[in-house]
């Protein structure tokens, strides 16, 4: 979900979205959201986009805080949350993440795999058009 006007620290660093699902690294206490930054550590960024310190999946815990505090926000402003916001169908227990490993060889990829693939390409795909009207509207606000 991207904002007009939303606090800063309540965009991920790499979709530039509002997160709806934050996750906070135990070490570096960056956020990031949820579908955004495992599908980064999944296409093999093993570092994290801010300060370049490795990453795992099991270095994430929800960030709590943040969450009640954007859902205060979104009511404050009547926000109503869109259908990707509440999809439970990429919902992660952090503790226990199982990421299936890349294709790296040509052998046929399970059933399954397909639609995942399928699903994190439409996610990275979501990421980019937000990320680029984002930068162009800041482009734009500061020709003004």
Same mark, same amino acid.
């Given at each position: 979900?991207?904002?007009?006007?939303?606090?800063?620290?309540?965009?991920?660093?790499?979709?530039?979205?509002?997160?709806?699902?934050?996750?906070?690294?135990?070490?570096?206490?960056?956020?990031?959201?949820?579908?955004?930054?495992?599908?980064?550590?999944?296409?093999?960024? #093993?570092?994290?986009?801010?300060?370049?310190? $490795? %990453?795992?999946?099991?270095?994430?815990?929800? *960030?709590?805080? @943040?969450?009640?505090?954007?859902?205060?926000?979104?009511?404050?402003?009547?926000?109503?949350?869109?259908?990707?916001?509440?999809?439970?169908?990429?919902?992660?227990?952090?503790?226990?993440?199982?990421?299936?490993?890349?294709?790296?060889?040509?052998? #046929?990829?399970?059933?399954?795999?397909?639609? $995942? %693939?399928?699903?994190?390409?439409?996610?990275? *795909?979501?990421? @980019?058009?937000?990320?680029?009207?984002?930068?162009?509207?800041?482009?734009?606000?500061?020709?003004?």
């Amino acid at each position: 979900m991207s904002l007009e006007n939303a606090p800063q620290h309540f965009l991920c660093p790499i979709s530039m979205e509002v997160m709806s699902h934050p996750l906070q690294h135990k070490v570096t206490k960056h956020s990031f959201e949820r579908s955004a930054i495992m599908e980064w550590i999944y296409f093999g960024k #093993a570092t994290c986009p801010l300060t370049r310190t $490795s %990453l795992h999946p099991e270095d994430f815990v929800e *960030n709590t805080k @943040l969450l009640q505090e954007i859902q205060q926000w979104k009511n404050e402003h009547q926000i109503i949350e869109d259908e990707d916001d509440l999809d439970a169908s990429f919902s992660l227990k952090i503790s226990s993440v199982a990421l299936p490993a890349p294709c790296t060889t040509k052998t #046929a990829a399970p059933s399954s795999e397909p639609q $995942s %693939l399928k699903h994190l390409m439409s996610l990275r *795909n979501k990421v @980019l058009r937000n990320r680029d009207a984002r930068a162009g509207k800041m482009a734009q606000q500061n020709r003004q």
